[in-house]
């Protein structure tokens, strides 16, 4: 009773609304994880150094038993990760002070993936989420959007997935994938009341983006994001719930981020 009192209060102050997952079926449905293994081919940005992973120790130890133990590095921007409100907001909110509430809940998928295959350049507009509104109804309240761009399947093969295979700054002009219409984030936040936004390239903003107006728009408005996420061919455009949990660094602009989703068996 007291626990249920303490949480009942801090409810109160923070004014955090915490789905309690009593509605969700998690008895019968499916985990699938969107998240792409970290490893030395991993793409990263074109002005970032890559992922590393190094050994430590491996094999049989003096004492005769086996033992490993690696080093990894890696930046904050690559992979399946998570990117924080400090990332494009002065004194924005790092990685470590996003609450669990805010990475987790209901999610939608809009998929713009027959535009976006055609036109690298794509930008998802507000017609694209009102297209989805009209098949799938209002887009809920306090909800996580993903947006499948279908570039995800060009993962691995980095010159089709990013228009680039250059490093450093030619290659960050010669970055070419689908994103997020700046015009569509500010009504996602403005006309609806979005949680998070994610999708299946290196950037919210499209790789030709240079002022990342999508970005500053939504972490200006406390909207976390996802990058580089994996398989949204097998999320259904609604009624599945969202777990992000990105790595907790200290005073991170962003993070490795392990994405997974329950898609309850309808
Ligand atoms: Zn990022």
């Known amino acids: 009773m007291k626990n249920i009192l303490i949480f009942i209060t801090l409810c109160t102050i923070t004014g955090c609304n915490i789905h309690r997952g009593s509605d969700i079926p998690w008895n019968?449905?499916?985990?699938?994880d969107l998240t792409l293994d970290f490893e030395e081919s991993t793409t990263y940005w074109p002005t970032n150094v890559?992922?590393?992973?190094?050994?430590?120790?491996?094999?049989?130890?003096?004492?005769?038993?086996?033992?490993?133990?690696?080093?990894?590095?890696?930046?904050?921007?690559?992979g399946t990760h998570f990117d924080a409100p400090l990332h494009f907001t002065e004194n924005g909110r790092s990685i470590e002070q996003i609450v669990p509430e805010e990475f987790t809940g209901e999610g939608i998928c809009v998929d713009v993936s027959e535009k976006a295959l055609s036109d690298r350049d794509y930008l998802a507009s507000v017609q694209d989420f009102r297209d989805w509104e009209q098949k799938h109804?209002?887009?809920?309240?306090?909800?996580?959007?993903?947006?499948?761009?279908?570039?995800?399947?060009?993962?691995?093969?980095?010159?089709?997935?990013?228009?680039?295979?250059k490093t450093g700054s030619a290659g960050v002009k010669e970055l070419h994938f689908?994103?997020?219409?700046?015009?569509?984030?500010?009504?996602?936040?403005?006309?609806?009341n979005i949680k998070a936004f994610g999708l299946d390239t290196p950037s919210i903003?499209?790789?030709?983006?240079?002022?990342?107006?999508?970005?500053?728009?939504?972490?200006?408005?406390?909207?976390?994001?996802?990058?580089?996420?994996?398989?949204?061919?097998?999320?259904?455009?609604?009624n599945f719930y969202v777990v992000a949990a990105p790595m907790k660094i200290k005073g991170g602009s962003g993070a490795p981020l392990r994405l997974l989703v329950w898609i309850p068996e309808e």
């Open 28 to 32: 019968n449905g499916t985990w699938v």
């Open 50 to 78: 890559t992922f590393s992973h190094d050994t430590v120790s491996y094999g049989i130890n003096d004492k005769g038993y086996f033992y490993s133990s690696f080093c990894y590095a890696a930046e904050e921007h690559g």
């Open 137 to 165: 109804g209002t887009i809920p309240d306090r909800v996580i959007v993903l947006l499948r761009t279908g570039f995800g399947r060009f993962w691995g093969d980095p010159l089709k997935y990013t228009g680039t295979l």
């Open 178 to 192: 689908p994103g997020l219409d700046p015009e569509a984030a500010e009504w996602l936040v403005k006309e609806r």
């Open 205 to 238: 903003d499209r790789g030709q983006s240079t002022e990342f107006m999508t970005h500053r728009i939504l972490f200006s408005h406390n909207i976390t994001a996802y990058e580089n996420i994996a398989h949204l061919e097998l999320v259904p455009p609604r």
